[in-house]
């Protein structure tokens, strides 16, 4: 089902990568889709705020126009023509994105999606952005190892996931 997660920082950057099912996603698919995010301000949904000259300098939400679920056909040498179904979905700033070789439910993936967030957010507290990815990098891979198994979710209930994964303390923080 799922190939591949990454995630993105507000910026395009790949904070983290993990491929399943033994299959390597080109890095291209980001690109492609931060080529398609960067065209508006805000994506899926989420609320940004601007000023407008047609309201009179009013903020005004803004949309985008970069569907959560687009199809993306491989140009890398090795997977020429391949097609990917890349799903995303923003939280705190960053892109959470999965690829997928072939049709899937969208609904799953993308609730999946939401679910890893919502996961970071009870691990790391709100907001789960780029910095608390990159203070609990290793964190966040354990959890992506329990909650996606070989591409298909395993477990995504939080106080599952904290009997098998302690989330971080200060104190552990200091120790370590």
Known sequence: MIQSIFLLSPTGEILIER??????????????FWEQASVSLNHHGGL???????????PMQLYDTVPPVMEVVSDDDDNY???LYLFSVLRDGLSYLAACPAEVSPLLV??????????????????ADESAIKDNFSTVYQLL?????????LTTEPNA??????????MGKLTS
């Open 81 to 83: 023509g391949t097609t």
């Open 48 to 58: 940004s705020t601007g000023i407008s000259a047609i309201s009179g300098g009013d």
């Open 161 to 170: 996931l904290q009997a098998m994964i302690r989330p971080s303390t200060v």
């Open 110 to 127: 993308l609730e999946v999606l939401h679910r890893v967030a919502d996961i970071f957010v009870d691990y790391f507290g709100s907001p």
């Open 145 to 153: 190892e329990e909650i996606i198994d070989n591409g298909w979710p």
């Open 19 to 32: 491929h399943f099912r033994g299959r390597v996603t080109s890095r291209s698919v980001c690109e492609y």
